[in-house]
T-cell receptor, first 113, second 113 residues
Framework: NAGVTQTPKFQVLKTGQSMTLQCAQD?????MSWYRQDPGMGLRLIHY???????DQGEVPNGYNVSRSTTEDFPLRLLSAAPSQTSVYFC????????????FGPGTRLLVL | QQQVKQSPQSLIVQKGGIPIINCAYE??????FPWYQQFPGKGPALLIA?????SEKKEGRFTISFNKSAKQFSLHIMDSQPGDSATYFC????????????FGQGTTLQVKP
């Protein structure tokens, strides 16, 4: 049971480039989320999904797209990277309902030059 | 606009001290208040959580105190150890069917030997 996995671990992009951050979970969790972590700002929710085919915006969605074609995968796309998107990105998953634990992946550190 | 406000941003205590981290929220439609612990280079992991119908919860050396009328909750670490040095995040979960988990800004704790 690998839990929540993220790739890549580290990425450098130039302004305007696009890329996809991958996230997968093998726990059959309905809920998946993407957060970004910046100093002094905590963890801010970018997008989330309550099941395959269902996504919605979080607190800071601008500049990011998501899709959820399967229960296991929840990729985050940066269409045109900007220096303001330099951050550490965490994917998370949990079961639906009740007081459940949300599990985080190890993170992707992104630097946009 | 941060829905969950956390303080202090950083905290230094001596071994054996009792660091206290505070959080306040505005939205009354939260139904679950977890605390997460994050070590450098790792994703956050659930530490302890409380429901709003309980005023205190204790797990080992970690205690959450919850004041529903004041919309505040806090984490106390008894007999703190250098291994407790980490970043701590409070969070609140929306009671809607989306169950979004909103995090505070984080507190970096250093416990000196």
């Amino acid at each position: 049971n690998a839990g929540v996995t993220q790739t890549p671990k580290f990425q450098v992009l130039k302004t305007g480039q696009s890329m996809t951050l991958q996230c997968a979970q093998d726990m059959n969790h309905e809920y998946m989320s993407w957060y970004r972590q910046d100093p002094g700002m905590g963890l801010r929710l970018i997008h989330y999904s309550v099941g395959a085919g269902i996504t919605d915006q979080g607190e800071v969605p601008n500049g990011y797209n998501v899709s959820r074609s399967t229960t296991e995968d929840f990729p985050l796309r940066l269409l045109s990277a900007a220096p303001s998107q330099t951050s550490v990105y965490f994917c998370a998953s949990r079961r639906g309902g009740g007081l459940v634990v949300q599990y985080f992946g190890p993170g992707t550190r992104l630097l946009v030059l | 606009q941060q829905q969950v406000k956390q303080s202090p941003q950083s905290l230094i205590v001596q071994k054996g001290g009792i660091p206290i981290i505070n959080c306040a929220y505005e939205n009354t439609a939260f139904d679950y208040f977890p605390w997460y612990q994050q070590f450098p280079g790792k994703g956050p992991a659930l530490l302890i959580a409380i429901r709003p119908d309980v005023s205190e919860k204790k797990e080992g050396r970690f205690t959450i105190s919850f004041n529903k009328s004041a919309k505040q909750f806090s984490l106390h670490i008894m007999d703190s150890q250098p291994g407790d040095s980490a970043t701590y995040f409070c969070a609140a979960r929306s009671s809607s069917n989306t169950g979004k988990l909103i995090f505070g800004q984080g507190t970096t704790l250093q416990v000196k030997p």
